[in-house]
C-alpha cells in the first residue's frame, strides 16, 4: 500500500485554488497570478500530474499489459469527467437564455454550431477556454506507460531524446491546430501546445520515478548548484515585478506559455527545485489540512473549477468589481465551495471501500 504525500496533496489543492481566483480574475489574482517569476500554475498541475503518475504506477511495471490497463483505465476515467462537464455546458448554453449570451465568447470564439463544436469537443478537436487541460492530461496518460517502462529499463537518454525533439517540434507546430486545420474543422485546438507541454509531464514522471525507486540526484543536493539556482530565480523574479528591464523585451519573447518556451521552462524549473529543497525537511504526513483533503481529489475539483468558472460568470460580470468587500466574499465563497465535490468523492470512495471489505465471520 503506498501512503499518500499530504505535501503534495496539499500543493495540488493550492493550485486548484490559485486556477479559481486567475480565471475569476479581481484583486487576489495579483497574488496569485505568477507569483514567483513566470510561472503559471498550469505548470506545476501539469508537472505534478505526471509526478503522482510515476509514483502510484510504478507499482505494475513488472507487468506492462496490467500498467497499460491501468493507465488506460484512467484516462478513461478523466474523459468522463470531461464529458461530463461539455454535455452539461451544451445543454445549459442551449437552455437557459443568460449563459447562451455570457459563454458566447467562451465556448464558441469564431462563432461555430454548438452542435457541431460539442462533437468536436467530444474528440479533443475543439477545446473551449478552461478546457484544454483535461484533454492534454488524457493523451498524456495514454503514453505515459511507455516513459514510465523506458525509464526503469534506465532508457534515460532515449526518453529525454524523444521529449525534447518533440519540445522543438512544438515551439512551430500545434498538434491539435494542424489536425483541425487539415480537415477544416470549425474547431478551436486550445491553448496549450501538446507537443511543447509533454516536455513538462515527461521530467515530472522523470522526478517521480527517481523519487519511487530511491535514485538520489547528487546535483540537487549540491550547495553551488543550489545558490546558482536561487540567483536565476531571483533574476527572473525581479524582471518579472519590472525592477529589471535590461533587454526586457528578448527575455519576454522567450517566454511564451503556448508553446512552453524556453525560459518559462527555465523558470519553472528554477522555482519547482527551490520548492523541493524546502519541501524535502517537511514530512511527507504533514499538509494543510483543507489543501491537502481537496488536493486529494484533484481531478473531481478540477473538474467543478471548471464548471464553477462557468456557472457563475453571469454573476461575476454583474458584480461591482469597485465594491472590494463584495468581490472578496464572491471569491471566498467561490473557492469554498471547492469543498463540496471533495467531500462527495470522499464518501463516494468510503462507501465504495465499505463494500469491498469482507465481512468479519461470527
Avoid at 110 to 118: G, M, V
Avoid at 125 to 133: E, G
Avoid at 259 to 282: K, P
Amino acid at each position: 500500500m503506498i501512503l499518500r504525500d499530504k505535501r503534495i496533496d496539499s500543493l495540488k489543492g493550492l493550485l486548484i485554488v490559485m486556477m479559481v481566483l486567475n480565471h475569476f480574475g479581481g484583486p487576489l489574482k495579483k497574488i496569485t497570478h505568477q507569483t514567483f517569476g513566470y510561472v503559471s500554475v498550469a505548470e506545476g498541475f501539469i508537472f505534478l500530474s505526471g509526478y503522482v503518475f510515476a509514483l502510484v504506477y510504478i507499482r505494475y511495471i513488472k507487468t506492462p499489459k496490467v500498467l497499460i490497463s491501468h493507465s488506460i483505465n484512467r484516462a478513461w476515467i478523466v474523459y468522463k469527467y470531461h464529458f461530463i462537464i461539455i454535455i452539461t455546458l451544451f445543454l445549459l448554453y442551449l437552455t437557459i437564455e443568460v449563459y447562451h449570451e455570457a459563454w458566447q465568447k467562451l465556448l464558441f470564439p469564431n462563432n461555430e454550431s454548438p452542435y457541431l463544436s460539442t462533437f468536436y469537443e467530444a474528440l479533443l478537436l475543439h477545446q473551449p477556454t478552461y478546457m484544454d487541460i483535461l484533454p492534454m492530461y488524457i493523451i498524456f496518460l495514454l503514453f505515459a506507460p511507455f516513459i514510465l517502462i523506458q525509464l526503469h529499463k534506465g532508457n534515460f537518454k532515449l526518453i529525454f531524446f524523444i521529449t525534447i525533439s518533440l519540445w522543438l517540434v512544438g515551439q512551430s507546430f500545434h498538434f491539435i491546430g494542424e489536425i483541425v486545420k487539415l480537415l477544416q474543422l470549425d474547431a478551436h485546438p486550445g491553448y496549450f501546445n501538446i507537443f511543447s507541454w509533454q516536455l513538462m509531464w515527461t521530467i515530472g514522471m522523470y522526478m517521480g520515478y527517481m523519487k519511487s525507486s530511491n535514485i538520489e540526484i547528487k546535483l540537487l543536493k549540491n550547495r553551488i548548484f543550489f545558490y546558482t539556482v536561487l540567483i536565476l530565480a531571483i533574476i527572473f523574479f525581479l524582471y518579472r515585478y519590472h525592477v529589471l528591464e535590461f533587454g526586457r523585451d528578448f527575455i519576454l519573447s522567450l517566454l511564451g506559455k503556448s508553446n512552453l518556451e524556453v525560459l518559462r521552462l527555465l523558470n519553472f524549473l528554477l522555482i519547482s527545485y527551490l520548492f523541493w529543497s524546502i519541501m524535502r525537511y517537511i514530512p511527507t504526513d504533514r499538509g494543510i489540512p483543507w489543501l491537502q483533503f481537496i488536493g486529494r481529489f484533484s481531478l473531481q475539483v478540477f473538474s467543478f473549477h471548471v464548471l464553477l468558472i462557468y456557472l457563475l460568470l453571469p454573476l461575476w460580470l454583474s458584480i461591482d468589481k469597485s465594491n472590494h468587500i463584495l468581490t472578496l466574499t464572491f471569491l471566498l465563497l467561490a473557492v469554498t465551495s471547492l469543498t463540496i465535490p471533495a467531500y462527495i468523492a470522499d464518501r463516494i470512495k468510503k462507501s465504495e471501500d465499505a463494500r469491498r471489505k469482507p465481512v468479519a465471520l461470527k
